[in-house]
């Protein structure tokens, strides 16, 4: 991916493991999330009533909407009740100590 399309979003250690947080990037929510040592980045928005996935509960390297329990993989925003179904996932990397989002 370019350089440029790498956005800071967060410094590290401002993020509670296993919290997740929204940030945004162009007028795009995506959610943020620090799991087990790595950070994960996904559409903020739940694709079955639009709940917010940053205020979920992060277990096993899933996020779980709050609203109605759909889990979502942290590292590909796969569904994990339906494979076929995704939310955007997006590359996420540490430069120092910014946290940085891939968009395109």
């Known amino acids: 991916m370019a350089e440029h399309s790498y956005r800071t979003v967060a410094q590290v250690g401002e993020l509670i493991e296993g919290r997740g947080v929204c940030?945004?990037?162009d007028g795009r929510e995506i959610a943020l999330f620090f799991d087990?040592?790595?950070?994960?980045?996904?559409?903020?928005?739940?694709?079955?009533q639009g709940a917010p996935l940053c205020e979920g509960v992060i277990f096993d390297k899933s996020v779980t909407c709050l609203w109605h329990g759909w889990r979502f993989s942290l590292e590909n925003g796969t569904w994990l009740d339906s494979?076929?179904?995704?939310?955007?996932?997006?590359?996420?990397?540490?430069?120092?100590?910014?946290?940085?989002i891939c968009v395109v």
């Open 23 to 25: 940030v945004e990037i």
């Open 36 to 48: 087990e040592g790595s950070y994960y980045a996904l559409d903020n928005a739940c694709p079955h």
């Open 83 to 100: 494979p076929r179904t995704k939310i955007g996932s997006y590359p996420v990397r540490v430069e120092g100590d910014a946290i940085q």
